[in-house]
């Protein structure tokens, strides 16, 4: 059963503290990404990386790290320095190859929310 | 600049068309995509034009490219109570793998 999924589905942050969010692919796709979500936005890029142990900064990576150490993962991080962190995040994945490669797939989504 | 804008809403009676519309900014677009979302979870890809194309319908779908107005379509046949949901427009830009998503029509449907 291919997909994207991501854990946990909700997620509870102290202040001061870092939390990271998983976002996993079995699709064999080489890029992936992370979007934010804020209520009745469109979504806004953190972070992309097109291939393994690389990855760019999107339009608001500000407070927030990522790793890619592994096709198939691709983890974020909200760092204590994201200072309005509560939000959607979306997690998705391209690069299946033929027409349409950069077509993205979305994963579930995490909602992240400030105690 | 990149920008792509949408309606913030539609309303329509079950049984009727909907026509969902999207204007965007780059002319240098490879792919335009329309994804639909439910409350509390990801977004669901409904259907893609590459940008050459005039159109495609895919069953109940049919997308519309004026590339001329830099404004696209989606129209939804016989509209479903289950079709209620927030439907994005985004356009992806040349070789850059990046999306520009529009912040999203919220379609409801009206039994």
């Known amino acids: 059963d291919g997909g994207i999924t991501q854990s946990p589905k909700y997620l509870f942050r102290k202040e001061g503290q870092n939390v990271t969010l998983s976002c996993e692919q079995n699709?064999?796709?080489?890029?992936m990404y992370w979007y934010r979500q804020d209520p009745g936005q469109g979504l806004r890029l953190i972070y992309y990386?097109?291939?393994?142990?690389?990855?760019q900064k999107g339009d608001i990576a500000e407070g927030y790290s990522v790793s890619r150490e592994k096709k198939e993962s691709f983890p974020l991080t909200v760092t204590s320095a994201q200072k309005n962190p509560t939000a959607f995040y979306l997690c998705?994945?391209?690069?299946?190859?033929?027409?349409?490669?950069?077509?993205?797939?979305f994963g579930p989504g995490t909602r992240l929310l400030v105690l | 600049g990149e920008d792509v804008e949408q309606s913030l809403f539609l309303s329509v009676r079950e049984g009727d068309s909907s026509v969902i519309n999207c204007t965007y900014t780059?002319?240098?677009?490879?792919?335009l995509y329309w994804y639909k979302q439910e409350p509390g979870a990801g977004l669901q890809l409904l259907t893609y034009?590459?940008?050459?194309?005039d159109m495609k319908q895919d069953q109940r779908l049919t997308v519309l490219l004026n590339k001329k107005d830099k404004h696209l379509s989606l129209r939804i046949a016989d509209t479903q109570t289950g079709d209620s949901a927030i439907y994005f427009c985004?356009?992806?830009?040349?070789?850059?793998?990046?999306?520009?998503f529009g912040s999203g029509t919220r379609l409801l449907v009206r039994p």
């Open positions: 780059d002319s240098s677009s490879t792919y």
């Open positions: 998705a994945s391209s690069g299946g190859g033929g027409q349409g490669e950069e077509t993205q797939y």
């Open positions: 990386s097109q291939i393994v142990n690389d990855f």
């Open positions: 699709l064999n796709h080489d890029a």
């Open positions: 034009i590459f940008s050459n194309m």
């Open positions: 985004a356009e992806s830009m040349d070789s850059s793998y990046k999306l520009i």
